[in-house]
């Protein structure tokens, strides 16, 4: 469900308009009017200065009481069965993809989503239930044009939450956007939440996060052992392949190591798999791939029988949960520690790890992948993660 906006006021008018009443009813500018009228504009009110002195200070004492009335009203007043999830694609669609996985465990016990997006599309991997509320890529947007960008998502993010008044807000990205920021101050009673998996390691980024209620993150300590198998035991008759090696990010691989992967694959009796909304550097790859719509859902996961992935922490997890051999292929950008500390207590994992520059490694661990499946799959432990939802709404409020 597409959502519509109308307003016929931006943020920034009504936050001046706000303003300029918080100013006058301040004890100071009320006691300033008070003495100017009395003093010098109406002298002759100066013998019932006193009284009125008086009178002033009982006003100001019942409007402290009513404000304080008012904001438990708002408080009171925010729809605790709604959720704002604002999703964004400067993770490729990894964001989207964790936003839909969340948005039906929700939507499944009975609550509103709301979602803002960047990525386009993504109405088709949410529940039809949910309200969807497009805006445009700010990467896409001319650098002198970005404060504009800012200006139309705080007035989109402000209309939805005084028209939809969710108790919790998740924003999913690696750095909230300047309008998203500038939006926040003003609903202090909805709790704001900043989801980011891997957690953050950037100091900028962490004060810049400093707005938020708390911020989430996967937390690999609660990875336990199964004594139960994961997935198949052998891969099927006609084996697939998850193709996502940027899942999480917009930049496509080079040529070579493009060519290298396609080559172990082809002429094998493998097929390929790829995300259906993930953006393609190399349309010429794997022509007569097959579409996964939700890359993060369990169902579709089984069907699998190996992945080619990016390191992205709550993907790959999942798919070795479900016994998924995996191909996690990284570079100097990209952080791998986390998921090497996993492998470390879960040795037995069908998780393997290849540095896309490296070429003989990558071609010893894509034979390994394909022709070596069986044995990783005979031989794999499984563990159990802790769900996305509770994720977020276990940990406690900061």
């Known amino acids: 469900m597409i959502g519509m906006v109308t307003s016929s006021t931006s943020l920034r008018e009504r936050v001046l308009a706000e303003e300029l009443a918080r100013i006058r009813s301040t ?16 002298p002759w009110k100066f013998p019932l200065f006193p009284f009125s002195f008086v009178a002033l200070n009982l006003r100001f004492l019942r409007s402290r009481r009513q ?11 925010l729809d605790r069965n709604c959720i704002f999830l604002i999703s ?18 929700l939507s499944s016990d009975g609550k509103k989503i709301v979602v803002m997006s960047t ?28 404060s504009q960008w800012n200006a139309q998502c705080e007035n989109l993010v402000s209309t939805i939450l005084d028209a939809h008044r969710p ?18 101050k003003y609903y202090a009673f909805t709790e704001w939440i900043w989801l980011r998996p891997s957690g953050v390691d950037n100091e900028t980024m962490m004060v810049r996060g400093k707005p938020f209620d708390r911020m ?58 790829r995300p259906a909304h993930q953006e393609h550097g190399d349309t010429t790859m794997f022509t007569e791939a097959a579409l996964m719509s939700r890359v993060l859902d369990e169902n579709e996961i089984k069907k699998l029988d190996a992945a080619i992935v990016s390191p992205n922490i709550e993907l790959v997890t999942k798919l070795v949960s479900l016994g998924v051999p995996s191909l996690c ?7 791998v520690s986390n998921l090497r500390r996993m492998h470390a207590q879960f040795p037995n994992l069908p998780l393997l790890f290849a540095q896309q520059n490296d070429i003989a490694q990558l071609k010893l661990s894509l034979h390994t ?21 509770n994720m977020i709404f276990s940990q406690p409020h900061s």
Do not use: C
């Open 329 to 335: 292929l990284y570079n100097e950008y990209k952080e």
């Open 167 to 184: 108790h919790q807000v998740i924003f999913d990205g690696p750095y909230p956007y300047r309008g998203i920021l500038n939006v926040m």
């Open 67 to 77: 404000t304080k009335q008012n904001d438990s009203e708002v408080a009171q007043g």
């Open 369 to 389: 992948l394909i022709h070596g499946n069986a044995a990783i799959r005979k031989n794999a432990s499984a563990i159990v993660l802790p769900s996305l939802e």
């Open 216 to 273: 989430v993150t996967f937390r690999l300590d609660e990875i336990k052992h199964s004594a139960e198998r994961g997935g198949r035991s052998v891969p099927a008759n006609d084996p697939s392949i998850l193709f996502a090696p940027n899942y999480e990010n917009r930049t496509p691989l080079n040529k070579k190591i493009l060519s290298l992967i396609e080559t172990s694959v082809i002429g094998t009796k493998w097929s390929v798999v």
């Open 27 to 42: 004890y100071s500018f009320q006691l300033g009017l008070l003495i100017t009228e009395s003093l010098i504009r109406k």
């Open 88 to 105: 964004t694609s400067e993770e490729g669609i990894a964001s989207a993809e964790r936003s839909a996985e969340l948005a039906h465990h």
């Open 119 to 146: 990525l386009e599309r993504i109405s088709d991997i949410l529940p039809k239930t949910a309200i969807v509320f497009p805006i445009n890529d700010p990467k896409k947007e001319r650098k002198e044009q970005r």
